[in-house]
């Protein structure tokens, strides 16, 4: 089972909309990227150690252009 560890949001929406997740997974970790939104295209890379995957989400972040990249940290809301 995969778990989302970190969620970044550029605070855009629809085609200039820019999202990077961390994602545990049970052999590893992924770093997801998205532009345009839930349909738009995903990019997906895979590592064997957190500190590689942590390399890669912070390189993603700094490729979108300055103009969109007011980046937000999502938290997740955990109903009770």
Do not use: C
Not at 43 to 72: C, G, I, K, N
Request: aromatic letters at 10%; charged letters at 30%; glycine letters at 8%.
């Amino acid at each position: 089972m995969a778990a989302r560890v970190e969620h970044w949001f550029n605070r855009r929406y629809g085609l200039n909309r820019r999202d990077v997740f961390l994602i545990r997974t049970k052999t590893g970790w992924q770093v997801l990227g998205r532009a345009g939104g839930a349909d738009g295209r995903e990019v997906t890379h895979y590592f064997d150690h957190e500190a590689d995957a942590r390399r890669m989400l912070q390189r993603m972040l700094a490729a979108v252009p300055s103009e969109l990249s007011d980046w937000a940290k999502m938290t997740q809301i955990r109903r009770r």
